[in-house]
């Protein structure tokens, strides 16, 4: 059990194939979603949610590190002053739990809404996305 509002990658609506995999351990659900290193630009996941209550969310990222992975993994969180794209690292062991990254506190509204966009553009190696986790403060 995570704290939180936990998404799985399969509670994110897909655009382009992502194949899921089992292969590196440490995946939240059944598996995770990958790009298969293929695509690139033309793929993208987007995760909504209900927000429960408006506040400050840590908005995290959940991926399996592995060397073949992509060292600049573009996220967009969409909040309620914009958005605002990080670049995530996934050959990097997830600093929480190694198994999440945070991509920043940002103020959400409550409601339902798109949260999350990670796109394959640009990327250098394989894309994979596990889950997202909103923590209200």
């Given at each position: 059990k995570l704290a939180g509002l936990v998404l799985d990658d399969t509670d994110a609506v897909a655009v382009g194939e992502w194949p899921v995999s089992s292969s590196v351990a440490g995946?939240?659900?059944r598996g995770y979603a990958h790009d298969a290193n293929e695509g690139k630009g033309r793929k993208r996941l987007e995760f909504s949610a209900?927000?429960?209550e408006a506040g400050r969310y840590?908005?995290?990222l959940?991926?399996?590190p592995n060397p073949n992975r992509a060292t600049n993994v573009p996220v967009t969180i969409h909040h309620r002053e914009g958005e605002q794209l990080v670049?995530?690292?996934e050959k990097r062991?997830?600093?929480?739990?190694?198994?999440?990254?945070?991509?920043?506190?940002?103020?959400?509204d409550a409601?339902?809404?798109?949260i999350v966009?990670?796109?394959t553009e640009d990327t250098d190696g394989h894309v994979v996305v596990d889950a997202i986790q909103l923590i209200r403060e």
């Open positions: 995946f939240i659900g209900k927000v429960p840590d908005v995290r959940a991926y399996t670049r995530v690292d062991t997830p600093p929480i739990d190694k198994r999440f990254v945070s991509l920043g506190k940002f103020l959400l409601g339902s809404r798109r966009t990670v796109t």
